[in-house]
């Protein structure tokens, strides 16, 4: 089972603006038991992301390339204070 995921990571502001978009595309080559597997526990797609200052939350959206269908969800981001330079 061969199929391809876009991704697009879209950090906004608390107030809706957009501050950056990272995209990525995923490959994805299941046999057939872990395509059976990911129909009902979805599968999982890691990268790094930085958060830019001023982000509240990032906009997740996947594209399959075979079908088109497209998903998206928001996810907060933790406000946590940047760390001081040490001195």
Avoid at 18 to 41: C, G, I, M, R
């Amino acid at each position: 089972m061969l199929g391809t995921l876009q991704v697009w990571l879209v950090q906004k502001r608390a107030a809706g603006e957009d501050l950056v978009t990272n995209t990525f595309k995923a490959d994805l080559h299941l046999s057939p038991d872990a395509y059976q597997s990911a129909l009902h526990e979805g599968v999982a797609v890691a990268t790094n992301l930085k958060i830019q200052s001023g982000a509240a939350k990032v906009r997740v959206l996947v594209r399959d390339e075979n079908s088109g269908k497209i998903g998206s969800v928001d996810v907060a981001v933790d406000s946590a204070p940047e760390p001081r330079p040490s001195r």
